[in-house]
């Protein structure tokens, strides 16, 4: 694929993600648009620093949900995180714990830079939200 195409649908596929989310579905109705973004990622390898920039701007709002223009929303960076396993997405999220919490992890206990850690387990316990996961 031509790689400003598939820029651009990495951008249509997010913000379809999020615009489920803000309408106020749940993860069980988003989870197919995230799954795109997943694959897409891992077809397209160019798009990794795309995403990575989008990711970081989201994290630098003070309540970074991802619901807003051209946010990547929570719940799909924890699952990219989970599914992917990049160490920049670590990376942006413990810069987030230094520029808000001051370093202090412990003040983070309920913040994306937190959940983001988790789900690199294999054992994430949000994995039950996704049918994916299923049995």
Known sequence: MDAEYAQELLKILVENSARILRAGFGVDRAE???????AL?????????GFLAMVERSLEERSPS????????????????????????????????HRF???????AISDVSRSVGEAYRDDWEDREFYQRYEA
């Open 101 to 107: 919490f001051g370093g202090n992890e412990a003040l």
């Open 41 to 49: 990622l891992r077809e397209e390898s160019s798009l990794k620093n």
């Open 66 to 97: 991802g619901l807003h223009e051209g946010g990547v929303p929570r719940e799909l960076l924890e699952l990219a995180a989970h599914e992917l396993r990049w160490p920049e997405l670590r990376e942006l999220a413990a810069a987030r714990v």
């Open 32 to 38: 197919s648009a995230f799954f795109d973004v997943i």
